[in-house]
């Protein structure tokens, strides 16, 4: 039998640029979303698994904002604090203005004291840490100013900062003079390799007198005086000076890494030393490690630390690997805590983690910022106020009971939590809005009981498939297996009962992502299936409306030639229509792993080669699709999920032909690329950019490849330059344009 594991053939797949013209859609966060008595905040924000916290000014008004880099996938997001109203507004647009992720953290930290958070990255090779120095002055903008740093050792040769994919390191002034060092958990050093703390200290203060320098160099390899378990849970003090194995009994902190673990440091005592709150990755909770003496050589007293912190109030309790982030959330003028799981659910080479709901835990500090007293204020502090059904979202629309209204229903993943499991379910929001104006109120979270089949995944798909009037439904799994949901209730008071498990024989091989749709024309729906190598198999319908009839042998394999395994990571999430426009033509969109949505047609016949025209640039993965009319302008809008259980919402607000809309990025920035189609050369024009800055602008064709390169410089703030099309076939391009480490893009026509 199929395993899951077996998708987990490779976990970095090459991944393509890609034409991101977006086709004139934009997202929405306007669509009313209700949970019982609430009304969500910020619905269509796209859910959050392991998100990492940073306080920074996004829009320059003086107020700190919310910075998340969500580590399942890699992904930006921002989060804009209103002085007025106390709360935090998602921002669409504004995550472009921050460097793309690489690895596995990224925190903002005052390196050089000039009020302004700066980026530390680890890279993608996790050798070293990159830096951005933030450089905004009338608008937010960043430039790297340390790649891949290295520390000196005494008497030995410098390394890199060498982190742990899942540990997060404390980026934290740890000596009071103004410099940010770091501190890591390694099992390195004369210590008979043991896990223990390395405390590097920037030099910069001592050197130049002044923070704005990188200088490392490490001041204590057994901070704290303490070593990690390596099979077991919890710290041990031991003698820092002992470089060899003196029958101690610690025998176990040698060879093997132990599992992951964060660091947050902070004064938890209000004695004016660092203490340091930890996280491990067996475990849910954080403990306390108290130092007893200066930050630079402290002792760490195991006796006064709290094994379940706040032990005084209630305890952090993650699934597995919480990691603390320390920052004033609420603006009272005292530093808080945010608490989120560390450890994507994804990673097969450490156990899965994540519930991912509600994962993120806000706790006040009624002390100081000297001296802590937290308390639990909200589980779900932003993620309350999404749309969030876990890990993956499989979203599709149709009307339940039959008023009319396209309702919601979402698909999720099953996946393993650390000692145990959870399956796929189904939620339900019924559409309690207009047929001008929807708003979903959620009204089931185990919609079906779908929950009881242990399927690994569940993605539904609606239909009429015998003709009785009422909405049946089919559900595809991972293993790559169809399930049939017959409605045995009515048209407005639904009741699903499964009738035919793995549906007709079909299977896809894995992972199934299935679409009713009348390929055929002739009146019946027929079946499209996603899979997880990137097809879309495409089921024909041969019986009639009342009597179905689908040959478990696909009539296609590969509609239109697509096989998006190498080139987007498979996952084909299909979603076709004929209600892009007022033309009545078909199209395609596909949901991919790497998380563009292609957009392909108009398709006049499904037996020939698919191409794709646009994609859609959104800041996801795992991508899955689906649309309706619901604004009633007769387009569709578009309902988009994704690797971390939350849905975009997506309105078609330019009328722009499929092919030639742009980002929303370079909507912001007024990109503007004239003329467009053109037969030789363009111009490129780009105004409010710092003077003097270099500018890469790099042509790519639609697989990605990148085909011509050239470079720029503003004046004046202004990028005004030419790029030659001469040379190239007719066609559809992308063009890209990075200044400041922001890339904006346009797609291209050449005639």
């Known amino acids: 039998m199929k395993k899951l594991s077996i998708l987990l053939i490779s976990l970095s797949l090459l991944q393509t640029a890609f034409a991101q013209f977006n086709s004139g859609y934009v997202h929405k966060n306007n669509v009313k979303v209700i949970h019982g008595v609430d009304t969500l905040l910020n619905p269509w924000s796209g859910g959050i698994n392991n998100p990492q916290f940073s306080a920074v000014d996004i829009n320059l008004d003086g107020y700190k904002d919310i910075f998340i880099f969500e580590k399942d996938g890699y992904k930006r997001k921002t989060f804009v604090y209103n002085p007025i109203s106390g709360n935090y507004k998602w921002d669409s647009v504004s995550h472009n203005r921050f460097p793309q992720p690489e690895a596995g953290f990224m925190?903002?930290?005052?390196?050089?004291?000039?009020?302004?958070?700066?980026?530390?990255?680890?890279?993608?090779?996790?050798?070293?840490?990159?830096?951005?120095?933030?450089?905004?002055?009338?608008?937010?903008?960043?430039?790297?100013?340390?790649?891949?740093?290295?520390?000196?050792?005494?008497?030995s040769s410098a390394l890199y900062f060498f982190i742990q994919y899942n540990d997060l390191p404390a980026i934290d002034d740890m000596d009071g003079d103004g410099d940010i060092d770091v501190m890591f958990q390694t099992s390195g050093g004369a210590?008979?390799?043991?896990?223990?703390?390395?405390?590097?200290?920037?030099?910069?203060?001592?050197?130049?007198?002044?923070?704005?320098?990188?200088?490392?160099?490490?001041?204590?390899?057994?901070?704290?005086?303490?070593?990690?378990?390596?099979?077991?849970?919890?710290?041990?003090?031991?003698?820092?000076?002992?470089?060899?194995?003196?029958?101690?009994?610690?025998?176990?902190?040698?060879?093997?890494?132990?599992?992951?673990?964060?660091?947050?440091?902070?004064?938890?005592?209000?004695?004016?030393?660092?203490?340091?709150?930890?996280?491990?990755?067996?475990?849910?909770?954080?403990?306390?490690?108290?130092?007893?003496n200066n930050n630079l050589s402290t002792e760490v007293n195991l006796i006064q630390s709290d094994l379940s912190f706040p032990s005084y109030d209630t305890p952090i309790n993650t699934p597995s690997l919480a990691a603390a982030y320390y920052f004033d959330v609420d603006h009272d003028g005292v530093k808080d805590l945010l608490v989120a799981p560390n450890q994507p659910t994804y990673l097969q080479a450490e156990p899965d983690t994540s519930v991912n709901v509600n994962v993120d835990w806000f706790y006040k500090n009624n002390g100081s910022s000297d001296s802590s007293a937290f308390s639990l204020q909200k589980k779900g502090f932003l993620g309350a106020d999404m749309i969030d059904v876990g890990s993956r979202s499989f979203p599709t629309l149709v009307d339940l009971n039959g008023d009319g209204l396209k309702d919601l229903v979402v698909g999720n993943e099953g996946f393993k939590i650390y000692g145990g499991t959870s399956t796929a379910t189904i939620t339900y929001y019924k559409n309690v809005g207009t047929n001008g104006e929807p708003a979903y109120e959620l009204i089931d979270k185990d919609f079906a009981e779908v929950s009881q089949y242990g399927f690994g995944y569940a993605h539904p798909a609606f239909t009429d498939l015998d003709a009785d009037g009422d909405q049946d439904m089919m559900v595809g799994d991972d293993q790559g297996m169809l399930h049939y949901f017959r409605n045995v209730g009515s048209a407005t008071f639904p009741q699903f009962l499964l009738v035919e498990p793995e549906f007709r024989g079909i299977d896809v091989d894995l992972g199934a992502h299935p679409q009713f749709f009348d390929l055929s024309t002739d009146g019946i729906p027929d079946l499209i299936v996603g899979d997880?190598?990137?097809?879309?198999?495409?089921?024909?319908?041969?019986?009639?409306?009342?009597?179905?009839?689908?040959?478990?042998?696909?009539?296609?394999?590969?509609?239109?030639?697509?096989?998006?395994?190498?080139?987007?990571g498979g996952e084909a999430t299909p979603y076709f229509t004929r209600a892009t426009d007022s033309t009545g033509m078909l199209y395609a969109f596909v949901g991919t792993k790497n998380g563009t949505v292609?957009?392909?047609?108009?398709?006049?016949?499904?037996?020939?080669?698919?191409?794709?025209?646009?994609?859609?640039?959104?800041?996801?993965?795992?991508?899955?699709?689906?649309?309706?009319?619901?604004?009633?302008?007769?387009?569709?809008?578009?309902?988009?999920?994704?690797?971390?259980?939350?849905?975009?919402?997506?309105?078609?607000?330019?009328?722009?032909?499929?092919?030639?809309?742009?980002?929303?990025?370079?909507?912001?920035?007024?990109?503007?690329?004239?003329p467009n189609p053109s037969d030789r050369d363009i111009n490129i024009l780009l105004e409010q950019v710092k003077n003097d800055s270099k500018a890469e602008i790099n042509l790519y064709d639609l697989s990605g490849k990148m085909l011509s390169q050239k470079t720029a410089t503003t004046s004046n703030g202004v990028l005004n330059t030419t790029f030659s099309?001469?040379?190239?076939?007719?066609?559809?391009?992308?063009?890209?344009v990075k200044v400041n480490d922001t890339i904006y893009r346009s797609s291209i026509i050449k005639q």
């Open 598 to 674: 292609l957009a392909y047609g108009p398709i006049n016949n499904i037996f020939s080669p698919l191409v794709a025209i646009d994609s859609i640039e959104i800041e996801a993965t795992y991508t899955s699709v689906t649309g309706a009319n619901l604004s009633g302008d007769l387009r569709d809008e578009l309902i988009i999920g994704q690797r971390t259980g939350g849905l975009y919402y997506l309105k078609r607000d330019k009328d722009v032909i499929l092919g030639i809309g742009q980002s929303e990025a370079a909507i912001e920035k007024q990109l503007k690329v004239f």
């Open 107 to 155: 925190l903002m930290r005052d390196y050089n004291a000039d009020g302004k958070a700066d980026i530390f990255m680890q890279p993608v090779n996790a050798a070293g840490i990159n830096v951005y120095k933030n450089t905004s002055d009338t608008s937010l903008s960043f430039s790297q100013s340390g790649k891949n740093l290295l520390y000196k050792r005494p008497g």
């Open 725 to 736: 099309l001469s040379g190239f076939p007719a066609g559809m391009y992308l063009l890209t």
């Open 532 to 568: 997880y190598y990137g097809r879309l198999q495409y089921f024909e319908n041969s019986g009639t409306a009342q009597q179905y009839d689908f040959s478990p042998t696909p009539s296609i394999q590969k509609l239109g030639g697509l096989l998006l395994y190498n080139s987007f």
């Open 191 to 292: 210590l008979q390799n043991s896990n223990v703390l390395f405390y590097v200290q920037n030099m910069s203060m001592e050197t130049y007198g002044v923070p704005d320098s990188l200088i490392y160099t490490l001041k204590n390899e057994c901070w704290g005086a303490l070593s990690e378990y390596v099979v077991d849970i919890g710290w041990t003090n031991i003698d820092c000076s002992d470089t060899a194995d003196s029958g101690d009994g610690l025998e176990n902190r040698g060879g093997e890494r132990h599992g992951s673990t964060t660091l947050t440091t902070l004064d938890l005592n209000g004695d004016g030393n660092l203490d340091v709150l930890v996280g491990d990755s067996y475990v849910g909770s954080m403990l306390s490690l108290i130092g007893d």
